[in-house]
């Protein structure tokens, strides 16, 4: 099939290294080796990984100060005070989400490029998908990783919520069919369009599987790297050090763990709290048993991973825990068994006691008994480590985009009758 991938948020730069973009690299590169032909139109490119096998085009923000301003004037908003930044942010996204579809109109004929669906991850302030999709009249799959606008308003800020909300629930209501990686992030969406509950269907994120089973020929090389010897044990933790993430926790129970036993601490990633961790770490007495790895490429992610013994996921607690944690699946494929808090999806990729532990979320204590009895037990590790692989076999990327393209079929199908 031919496939219109849209992603029209900035801050996933489709050759970044944050999860997000990972997640749009690996379904383009797991429906080109399926036959696909795709075409991925995204705001902001990036750099610092391959390109995956798809005609990439980047549509970047090309709106004037002068557009930003109209806009506020048409909504009756002032660009100004503490609040200013934040809501000239918002006009740009409006002013980008108008101005997009006629951009991609052009370079669609240019390329004489006509999809067969349009397959769209949804992006605050967004609804030229929908327009584009009815344009085109072919099916329109919405992909729904994180309630954006609620997001927004809890962790950055939203000046504009009503009309964020507004477009959200209308993104929603004109796709043909929703992924939803999570069951929470079924219920948001099924909260705002009841109407559309038939539509809304739960698939998690994706693994490669064998690059990141292939990451264990990379184990000895890069523990030699990090100085550890074969008895020591080391806790790795893969992220993008945000808020949630729980980086204050892992370092208080490294720090804990380290008291008792020989073992290694190794940070892979960068993000908000980058900073602040790196200088907690530094005047901290385990300093010198700590790699902080900060950005690697996604290809050299499975190595990393295999270098550990255990892989902690130190979430926040959260009522509304509505992530799909690619760092675990992705540990989990790598053979590695993960700690992580009882939340949300942890609970159902996580067997307890067969490929990780899972300890009461924001306990210090109990992650700290969840990674000593898994380093002090050879035996238990490797069972867990053969059990974590067989667990995630049947979440390749090839199965998602299966499953996407069969959503996309019915939905032509029904079209047609």
């Keep these: 099939m031919r496939i219109l991938y849209l992603n029209f948020d900035r801050g996933i730069p489709v050759l970044g290294d944050k999860g997000a973009s990972v997640h749009v690299r690996e379904f383009v590169r797991a429906a080109a080796a399926l036959g696909h032909e795709v075409v991925v139109v995204c705001a902001r490119?990036?750099?610092?990984?391959?390109?995956?096998?798809?005609?990439?085009i980047e549509l970047a923000p090309q709106h004037s100060g002068d557009c930003a301003e109209g806009l506020?004037?048409?909504?009756?908003?002032?660009?100004?005070?503490?609040?200013?930044?934040?809501?000239?942010?918002?006009?740009?996204?409006?002013?980008?989400?108008?101005?997009?579809?006629?951009?991609?109109?052009?370079?669609?004929?240019?390329?004489?490029?006509?999809?067969?669906?349009?397959?769209?991850?949804?992006?605050?302030?967004?609804?030229?998908?929908?327009?584009?999709?009815?344009?085109?009249?072919?099916?329109?799959?919405?992909?729904?990783?994180?309630?954006?606008?609620?997001?927004?308003?809890?962790?950055?800020?939203?000046?504009?919520?009503?009309?964020?909300?507004?477009?959200?629930?209308?993104?929603?209501?004109?796709?043909?069919?929703?992924?939803?990686?999570?069951?929470?992030?079924?219920?948001?969406?099924?909260?705002?369009?009841?109407?559309?509950?038939?539509?809304?269907?739960v698939l998690a994120n994706g693994v490669d599987l064998g690059r990141f089973a292939a990451g264990r020929m990379q184990r000895e090389r890069l523990r030699a790297r990090l100085g550890v010897g074969p008895d020591t044990g080391v806790i790795g933790f893969v992220g993008s050090f945000k808020s949630w993430h729980g980086t204050e926790l892992l370092l208080e129970v490294y720090q804990a763990v380290a008291k008792l036993r020989d073992v290694h601490l190794l940070a892979v990633g960068e993000g908000p709290r980058w900073d602040e961790f790196r200088n907690r770490v530094s005047v901290a007495p385990c300093r010198d048993s700590v790699t902080l790895a900060g950005r690697v490429p996604h290809a050299d992610v499975p190595g990393w991973t295999a270098a550990c013994d255990v892989v902690v996921a130190p979430y926040q607690a959260a009522a509304d825990f509505y992530f799909s944690p690619l760092k675990v699946i992705e540990a989990l494929a790598c053979g590695r068994p993960v700690v992580a808090p009882r939340l949300g999806q942890l609970v159902e990729l996580i067997a307890e006691g067969r490929t990780g532990l899972l300890y009461r979320p924001d306990d210090a204590a109990d992650c700290?008994?969840?990674?000593?009895?898994?380093l002090d037990d050879e035996d238990l590790r490797s069972a867990m480590g053969r059990e974590a692989q067989t667990s995630v076999a049947e979440r390749g990327w090839d199965r998602i985009v299966q499953r996407v393209t069969e959503l996309a079929r019915a939905a032509r199908m029904g079209a047609a009758a």
């Design 72 to 201: 506020a004037r048409e909504l009756g908003v002032a660009a100004t005070g503490s609040d200013g930044a934040r809501l000239a942010g918002e006009l740009a996204k409006l002013a980008y989400d108008r101005s997009v579809t006629d951009r991609l109109f052009g370079v669609l004929r240019a390329r004489n490029f006509r999809p067969d669906f349009v397959y769209e991850r949804h992006a605050l302030f967004s609804s030229a998908g929908a327009r584009i999709a009815a344009r085109l009249d072919c099916p329109r799959v919405l992909e729904v990783n994180a309630p954006l606008a609620e997001e927004q308003k809890r962790f950055r800020g939203l000046s504009l919520e009503s009309i964020a909300r507004r477009l959200e629930a209308a993104s929603f209501a004109g796709a043909d069919a929703i992924v939803a990686v999570s069951e929470a992030v079924r219920t948001y969406i099924q909260a705002l369009v009841p109407e559309r509950a038939q539509r809304i269907h």
């Design 368 to 374: 700290r008994r969840a990674i000593l009895k898994i």
């Design 45 to 56: 490119a990036g750099e610092g990984n391959a390109v995956p096998p798809a005609a990439l």
